[in-house]
């Protein structure tokens, strides 16, 4: 089972939605025969609404489900409702990106494309910092929370059940000074021990890479249980949008491949990054 409030829930969503299709009904005709509305068969079963174990009972009762099914599901419905640790942060980690964190805290695999800025699972705190204070319209003290939660989000990495990580990352963010220089050499350094972790890969997409898909950042999560599809993540400066479905997915799966092909190998990656960080230490 999903580990984090976040994969629970959406795991709920989705066994809610596949037990009504199987019964061939709409929300509407779901909520006239339990006495509920449709919009609220419909927010349990988009994961915008709390569930609670009384519902699951009501619903397990009208399709008829084994009991093993139903317990199963108020299982869900109960660890949902936990917190997720980056929660205790409060405004320092927005709402649409504690979506995010609890995803990834779940995901097996991670696919990132990134054209201005360093990853944030292999961000050092300087640098971090700097990215929340420019032209930020957080508070220092949630900025403070911001780096924090960054920081913990990495331990990940280093874990035994680590996602596989691929990062393909435009040359632009490594020669782009965040800071000054000091923090641009120190960032560099990181990612070179972070790329030494086996679940790390790293690819410079140089700029004589000639013609790549255009596109911004995205993010591509997959789970290890394939009941939970992937996920097509983009972000931006005050929301964020979350893609499920095959075309959606199989679109910025090409996407990915067609960057990762034109990128510098993992190994020549290392070799650019290296080359860097000694014109940053004259």
């Known amino acids: ?4 409030p976040t994969a629970r829930r959406r795991r709920l969503s989705i066994e809610l939605k596949k037990l009504r299709e199987k019964n061939v009904l709409t929300c509407a005709q779901v909520g006239a025969a339990l006495d509920w509305s449709g919009s609220k068969v419909n ?3 988009t994961g915008s609404g709390r569930v609670q174990p009384s519902d699951i009972d ?3 009762r009208f399709y008829d489900t084994s009991d093993e099914l139903r317990e199963f599901l108020k299982s869900l419905a109960r660890q949902a409702k936990t917190r997720g640790w980056w929660q205790v942060h409060g405004s320092g980690v ?16 991670l696919r990132q494309y990134q054209s201005e800025v360093l990853p944030g699972l292999v961000q050092t705190a300087a640098y971090a910092r700097e990215l929340h204070t420019c032209g930020s319209y957080m508070s220092p003290e949630d900025i403070d929370r911001a780096v924090q939660v960054r920081l913990e989000r990495q331990s990940m990495l280093s874990d035994s059940g680590a996602p596989d990580c691929w990062f393909i990352v435009n040359e632009g963010a490594v020669r782009r ?3 000054d220089r000091e923090v641009m050499r120190a ?3 990181h990612v070179l021990e972070a790329v030494e972790q086996p679940s790390v890969t790293l690819q410079i997409l140089p700029f004589d890479a000639g013609t790549c898909p255009t596109t911004g950042p995205f993010t591509m999560l997959g789970f290890p249980d394939p009941e939970d599809p992937d996920i097509v993540y983009r972000d931006g400066i005050t ?6 479905g095959e075309p959606h997915v199989r679109e910025y799966t090409r996407a990915f491949d067609e960057l990762r092909a034109a990128a510098l190998s993992p190994r020549r990656t290392v070799q650019l990054i290296k080359s860097v960080v000694k014109e940053y230490a004259r």
């Open 1 to 4: 089972m999903a580990g984090s």
């Open 43 to 45: 927010r349990m079963e």
């Open 58 to 60: 009501a619903l397990c």
């Open 94 to 109: 927005p709402e649409w990106f504690s979506i995010y964190i609890g995803l990834e805290q779940d995901a097996s695999t």
């Open 177 to 179: 000074v965040v800071g």
């Open 187 to 189: 960032q560099l350094e």
């Open 239 to 244: 929301d964020a949008m979350y893609l499920e």
